[in-house]
């Protein structure tokens, strides 16, 4: 499939933002709410589906928006199109701390899985699909869900994750993960998950099951999971006898809220 050739600029450190540059007639796809800011002469538009496939129809629409709804993902899409005559820049940015990602999927084989809230934008002729763990107990056990977002075009997408990102490569090589360390992987790397054991479950604070990522290709982690920090934050937010929070009107406790969905 034929992207379109976006350019792009990494800005910041550990807050960071991707600015995406377009020739005219040029879009790049993003998860709704991701846009920071953009020049005039950008047009955006929420659309059903990726825009990877020109003649899809209604009901392919329809269908590539419920595979969206199966990873918990928001129906539609953003499409944004520069309409000027001269180049135009847009900017997205991550939900949380992190770092962004970028990958030129024609490198990467025109094919990745990542988890599913690790998609942020992409030039317009990705396809954002789902792809199924291959063992019910990776998806069921796995902490990140049964369902992971299948990436594929050869243009550039960006991922974004918690904390340091941190790519290997492996060759015929096995390695294991906290589950929720996981950001992406190719298409060479087997998912699976295994014990470690109860002992070292109730006492050791890892969990009772790490993610074994064995094969040949790119696997990419975070340093720090957003649900780990979101963790974190909780445990330490003060309470009253009974449960409940003080200070529910400050900073804090509004944080607090967010992070718990309330």
């Not at 846009?35 to 269908?63: C, Q």
């Amino acid at each position: 499939m034929q992207c379109h050739e976006v350019d792009y600029t990494i800005i910041g450190d550990d807050l960071q933002t991707v600015e995406v540059e377009l020739d005219p007639g040029e879009t790049v796809i993003a998860e709704a709410g991701a846009m920071n800011w953009m020049d005039d002469g950008i047009a955006f538009e929420a659309k059903m589906g990726d825009g990877s496939r020109a003649n899809e129809g209604l009901m392919g629409k329809l269908f590539s928006a419920g595979k969206r709804v199966m990873t918990g993902e928001s129906l539609f899409m953003t499409h944004f199109s520069n309409q000027a005559h001269g180049k135009r820049c847009v900017t997205f940015g991550a939900p949380f701390p992190g770092k962004i990602v970028p990958l030129n999927m024609a490198d990467c084989g025109g094919e990745i899985l990542c988890q599913k809230d690790a998609f942020l934008c992409a030039a317009k002729g990705t396809a954002v699909g789902i792809a199924f763990t291959k063992r019910f107990g990776a998806g069921f056990f796995g902490g990140e869900g049964f369902i992971l977002q299948r990436l594929q075009g050869d243009g550039m997408a960006f991922l974004h994750a918690g904390g340091t990102v941190v790519e290997k490569h492996l060759n015929n090589e096995t390695i294991k993960v906290d589950t929720g360390c996981i950001v992406a992987f190719t298409p060479g790397i087997d998912y699976s998950i295994e014990s470690v054991g109860l002992k070292s479950a109730f006492f050791g604070g890892e969990g009772l099951f790490l993610a074994t990522l064995r094969g040949t290709g790119r696997v990419y982690l975070q340093s720090l999971p957003f649900s780990r920090l979101a963790d974190r934050v909780l445990q330490h937010a003060p309470r009253q006898a009974g449960g409940e929070r003080q200070g529910e009107g400050s900073v804090l406790g509004v944080v607090g809220d967010l992070l718990g969905g309330r």
